[in-house]
């Protein structure tokens, strides 16, 4: 597979869209938490208390994963004005990397839609 060049420029722009995002999450988990908290200071049958565990665990596991993310996507960034640091004329690099960041954060948005979506639902389920 040949490597592709990418402009530094639409890459420094994917990089912060992608820590806007893990911003994002932590600030989502964080109500997620505080909602959890709130429904556990009642009297909640077994199961309920089962799938609040099993969330409180989710959410500290996604929050680990999110500060991975987003001490990656610093580097990543601190790496490309580096380049652009070395070099003021260089308009693209090799993208190999990036790819792989790009893969990172496509998956890392999909497992909190599917987290916060399972979440919700929970949610209701133990309001109703």
Do not use: C
């Amino acid at each position: 597979m040949e490597n592709q060049t990418y402009s530094i420029a639409s890459l420094h722009s994917e990089i912060v869209e992608w820590k806007e995002l893990v911003m994002l999450v932590r600030d989502e988990i964080a109500i997620f938490e505080h909602q959890l908290g709130e429904l556990l200071s009642s009297p909640q049958e077994m199961s309920v208390m089962q799938f609040a565990q099993h969330f409180e665990s989710q959410f500290i596991r996604h929050k680990e994963v999110s500060d991975e993310l987003f001490h990656d996507l610093k580097i990543a960034d601190h790496n490309l004005k580096v380049a652009l640091e070395k070099n003021p004329d260089l308009e693209s690099v090799d993208g190999l990397n990036h790819f792989a960041l790009r893969d990172r954060a496509i998956t890392y948005e999909k497992l909190f839609n599917e987290l916060k979506s399972n979440y919700r639902h929970f949610l209701a389920a133990a309001l109703s």
